[in-house]
């Protein structure tokens, strides 16, 4: 997962429109901390709690993994085939296990499960992360309104906009998955979007923009011109023309002018 995970854990990385550690937030309910490289420590702390679930940054969250980790019994680890997923510990048995000391308890997850060991694994399942995390974020929740000038291809319930989101004159087509558009977040009109396909607040998209499927937008992102099977982490920008393809553009990076 270099060069990606130089600069931050596997956990902290986005895929789909949340990062896996805010994927296992919004399932789990508690906030997560790290156990990560020693120059990476200072940013992403851990934190010790009474009872502490561990779990493998690469994980990714679905009903059947989050059920057989959150049952887990105290100082007992989640295995396959001998490999680490996740554990239970307090605080001492956490601290024995990070020294490098194995002697816990382990149980064997059976059933499938998804996980990244690769950048290509980040673009190969960015399409369904994006639906899993639409899927998340707006369960038993009302859209904001969709402006009328805007077209539909496909099911408008498929399309969720958070308050503050606005799109004015553009094409929606949500037959291969849904369009999620953040908090104060705006899509610019004569713009195309093929979901999957999500951004995060304050997020802007070009007009005419032309967005193929499986793009999603870190917070305080500016895309324009063509993209698909991208990922934009946060506080980037490509706000031209030209075609921006099965790339993972970190943060603070700026393609272009402006």
Not at 41 to 56: E, M, R, W, Y
Request: charged content about 20%.
């Amino acid at each position: 997962l270099l060069p990606l995970t130089y600069s931050r854990p596997v956990g902290d990385l986005r895929i789909g429109i949340l990062t896996i550690a805010e994927k296992w937030h919004k399932w789990l309910g508690s906030y997560p901390s790290f156990v990560t490289s020693e120059h990476l420590s200072q940013k992403f702390t851990q934190i010790t709690a009474p009872d502490n679930l561990l779990i493998d940054g690469s994980l990714l969250p679905e009903a059947s993994i989050v059920e057989a980790i959150s049952t887990l019994p105290i100082n007992t680890i989640l295995t396959v085939n001998g490999i680490f997923m996740a554990a239970r510990f307090d605080a001492t048995s956490l601290s024995v296990y990070l020294d490098g000391k194995e002697n816990f308890n382990k149980k064997d997850y059976g059933l499938n499960y998804q996980s990244i060991s690769s950048i290509a694994d980040i673009i190969r399942f960015q399409g369904s992360q994006i639906t899993s995390d639409f899927e998340l974020l707006t369960k038993n929740r009302i859209s904001a309104k969709l402006s009328e000038s805007n077209r539909v291809i496909g099911s408008a319930e498929k399309i969720f906009l958070e308050p503050g989101a606005k799109a004015e004159c553009a094409i929606f087509n949500t037959e291969a998955g849904p369009v999620y558009i953040g908090n104060d977040s705006e899509i610019m009109e004569g713009s195309i979007i093929r979901g999957p396909f999500g951004m995060g607040e304050h997020s802007i998209v070009k007009m005419a923009a032309k967005i193929y499927p499986n793009v999603s937008l870190g917070p305080h992102c500016k895309l324009g011109g063509e993209a698909g099977n991208s990922i934009l982490y946060g506080y980037s920008n490509k706000g031209h023309d030209g075609y921006l393809g099965d790339s993972y553009i970190g943060e603070w990076c700026n393609l272009g002018a402006d």
